[in-house]
């Protein structure tokens, strides 16, 4: 019977370690804050409708011809603008907690990646065979 990842690793050891990691990960994310600082602005007032016009004219160009380059194309720049702009626009702030919390956050984090990592690895099979 073949292990986590089709390899002879070990089932146990990768659940062990994925909840380790998710254990981790959860507390970690759990310390973050994350608030947005608003968007852009250009000479003072807000442009991010700005933002929405090449959006806006793809859509319109992919609703009158589907195979419109020049529509997918505004589209996804669009889109693209849209989406770096929200994540250009936010600010993430670590909330203050002991070195200990930390600590133990980031062990079992790195701990638990470090076990699904060991489990992925394919390991020689010794031969039981008697010969």
């Given at each position: ?98 070195l200990f919390n ?30």
């Amino acid at each position: 019977m073949n292990g986590a990842g089709g390899t002879p690793g070990g089932i146990s050891q990768f659940l062990i370690g994925l909840v380790c990691a998710v254990a981790g990960g959860w507390l970690l994310t759990n310390q973050v804050h994350v608030s947005s600082g608003g968007f852009w602005s250009f000479y003072g007032y807000s442009s991010f409708g700005l933002s929405l016009i090449p959006f806006l004219l793809g859509t319109g160009l992919i609703f009158f011809n589907a195979k419109s380059v020049i529509g997918w194309l505004l589209l996804l720049a669009g889109l693209t603008i849209i989406i770096v702009g929200v994540l250009a626009n936010l600010q993430i702030y670590f909330r203050p907690t002991s070195l200990f919390n930390t600590l133990m956050m980031l062990g079992l984090l790195a701990g638990g990646l470090g076990l699904i990592a060991a489990s992925l690895r394919s390991r020689p099979v010794a031969d039981t065979s008697k010969e």
